[in-house]
């Protein structure tokens, strides 16, 4: 969604540069958009709020798994390495010296 109310700024002439932020929501919202298209920005500024209603309460539970544990806590000290990626890392990979060990054996 973001990518296509991102696509419409584009469209007239709006290039806000970075990742998605309130900055870039407000500038999208401001424009001046005629008819259907302007109906399309309000649908998808609608569905992305309902998303991102729904999505938060897993985002705090994933934070407090991660803060819970010490190995992903030890990740998220390292820049751009969040909640998820950290639990993602700890919970594929898991004791990377225990894997390192077993595979030196075979």
């Given amino acids: 969604m973001t990518n296509q109310l991102d696509g419409m700024a584009k469209n007239e002439g709006l290039l806000v540069p970075?990742?998605?932020?309130?900055k870039r929501r407000k500038a999208i919202e401001a424009l001046p958009l005629p008819g259907w298209y302007g109906e399309r920005r309000k649908d998808l500024l609608g569905?992305?709020?309902?998303?991102?209603?729904?999505?938060a309460p897993l985002n705090k539970a994933v934070s407090q798994a991660a803060a819970n544990n010490a190995e992903a806590c030890l990740l998220m000290t390292h820049p751009g390495v969040g909640p998820v990626v950290s639990l993602a890392y700890v919970l594929t990979i898991g004791n990377w010296q225990f894997a390192i060990q077993v595979r030196n054996y075979t």
């Fill in 18 to 22: 970075g990742g998605w932020s309130g």
């Fill in 47 to 55: 569905l992305l709020d309902r998303l991102e209603e729904r999505i």
